[in-house]
């Protein structure tokens, strides 16, 4: 069974600083890798994801992440944040070889918080 | 492109009544569905994968008999709460596949709130 562990549950940082959100998993079998972000009331929102090839890999407004394998871990960046960052974030992971039809495999979520 | 919608986005019903919450994909045919419930401040748990034309399978704890799910369509389904109760009260947030997508990602709905009182 498959399971992911975010590390840290609040994460506060001031604005333009950088940040990581870490995120490691466990699985026994080759996984696909996903970061969400949600926004209060909000569904989630796709920030990146890790399929295959290369180990780092590059998402929506301006967030990265890389794939360690060794470790196990799909931590996420960004170089300089903003105030509209603050949301929460969650790491997924996907067993399987098939489409997006996998179950996903929820973290307990970071939240970011942005201050000025 | 990829958008899901749910409606109603809050709800609030008196116990012991049903609330039928639908989950549509705007753009997309999507095979399967997926149904989550989020408590406040936690992730999210998978309550019950969904399938166009046959039965939905339900996580491990999650009542089917409360928590009846339709996909009677490639772009709708619909999660009933059965004889709602307080502790019923949650987010409950669906999510699209796409039918033989190759992107290994699902598309999340904006989410409908539930309060039963």
């Known amino acids: 069974a498959q399971s992911v562990t975010q590390l840290d549950s609040q994460v506060p940082v001031f604005e333009e600083a950088p940040v990581e959100l870490r995120c490691n998993y466990s699985?026994?079998?080759?996984?696909?890798l996903f970061w969400y972000v949600q926004y209060p009331n909000q569904g989630l929102q796709l920030l990146l994801k890790?399929?295959?090839?290369?180990?780092l890999v590059k998402g929506i407004n301006g967030f990265e992440a890389e794939f360690n394998k060794s470790q196990t871990s799909f931590h996420l960046r960004k170089p300089s944040v903003h105030i509209s960052d603050t949301a929460e974030y969650f790491c997924?992971?996907?067993?399987?070889?098939?489409?997006?039809?996998?179950?996903?495999?929820f973290g307990t979520g970071t939240q970011l918080k942005v201050e000025l | 492109g990829a958008v899901v919608s749910q409606h109603p986005s809050w709800v609030i019903c008196k116990s012991g009544t049903s609330v039928k919450i639908e989950c549509r994909s705007l753009?997309?045919?999507?095979?399967?569905m997926f149904w989550y419930r989020q408590f406040p401040k936690q992730s999210l748990m998978l309550m019950a994968t969904?399938?166009?034309?046959?039965?939905?399978?339900?996580e491990q704890g999650v009542e089917k008999d409360k928590f009846l799910i339709n996909h009677a369509s490639l772009t709708l389904s619909t999660l009933t709460v059965t004889s709602a109760h307080p502790e019923d009260s949650s987010f409950y947030i669906c999510?699209?596949?796409?039918?033989?997508?190759?992107?290994?990602?699902?598309?999340f709905g904006p989410g409908t709130r539930l309060t039963v009182t």
């Open positions: 999510s699209a596949a796409l039918s033989g997508g190759v992107t290994y990602e699902q598309y």
């Open positions: 699985s026994s079998v080759s996984v696909y």
């Open positions: 890790y399929l295959s090839g290369s180990t």
């Open positions: 997924a992971v996907s067993e399987g070889v098939t489409g997006g039809g996998n179950k996903l495999t």
């Open positions: 753009d997309f045919q999507a095979t399967t």
């Open positions: 969904s399938n166009e034309g046959s039965k939905a399978t339900y």
